[in-house]
């Protein structure tokens, strides 16, 4: 399940990843002291941004409708290797929730990805770019475990100046808000690739929290 509070254009999820039910919640009331009172906070209304049968709401970075490959399996928004690939496609495969915008939020999915996958979490996204990369942040998905075995990283991270370049760095692994902030590894814990991890994303315009498997 997804749930979150406001937010404008949630992202797009890359290759391979899987996403169960999807909400997000928003506060309705006025703010008239800039503060929301207790009584006020409780005032929220959780907005389901993929149910579980209906692709409703959900289209192409850019797009008007969804890239090849995108579907749902057993409850479960997939994007479908072979599927995506058997046709003779060269966009995007970044997709997001473009039926409603929102600007405080929290956001809340269940997620797993395969051996050596990577993906990741949008938020705040912008569209007339060439892909959510260049405008917006990122919660980082990625098996940390794997996928320095798999790809090989060497090239990429040498322009950055890593003393091991061959290594996934700390501002790549899951959970990072991508080349800028690195999770806590005393606090982090990220279930394997193939298994259901739990990921919530707070936006305020004060402070942003990236939450793994609390």
Not at 9 to 38: H, M, V
Not at 62 to 74: A, N
Not at 91 to 117: C, H, N, R, T, V
Request: aromatic fraction near 14%.
């Amino acid at each position: 399940m997804i749930q979150t509070k406001p937010l404008s254009f949630l992202k797009a999820f890359s290759l391979s990843l899987l996403i169960c039910s999807t909400s997000a919640c928003k506060n309705t009331t006025e703010q008239k002291t800039g503060e929301d009172s207790p009584a006020e906070a409780l005032e929220e209304e959780w907005v389901y941004l993929f149910d579980g049968t209906s692709l409703e709401g959900w289209r192409g970075y850019g797009l008007d409708s969804l890239p090849p490959g995108w579907t749902v399996k057993d409850s479960v928004l997939t994007f479908d290797t072979e599927l995506g690939l058997e046709q003779n496609y060269t966009g995007g495969k970044d997709i997001i929730y473009g039926a409603k915008e929102f600007d405080s939020f929290e956001l809340y999915l269940e997620w797993k990805i395969p051996e050596g996958g990577n993906s990741g979490i949008f938020y705040h996204v912008k569209e007339g770019y060439s892909g959510p990369p260049e405008v917006a942040p990122e919660y980082q998905l990625i098996d940390d475990e794997n996928y320095a075995k798999i790809h090989d990283l060497t090239s990429y991270n040498s322009q950055f100046g890593a003393e091991h370049p061959e290594e996934l760095q700390d501002w790549q692994s899951t959970g990072a808000d991508y080349a800028m902030h690195t999770p806590d590894p005393f606090k982090k814990h990220l279930n394997s690739a193939g298994e259901w991890n739990t990921t919530k994303i707070v936006f305020t315009p004060k402070k942003v929290e990236h939450w793994l498997n609390w």
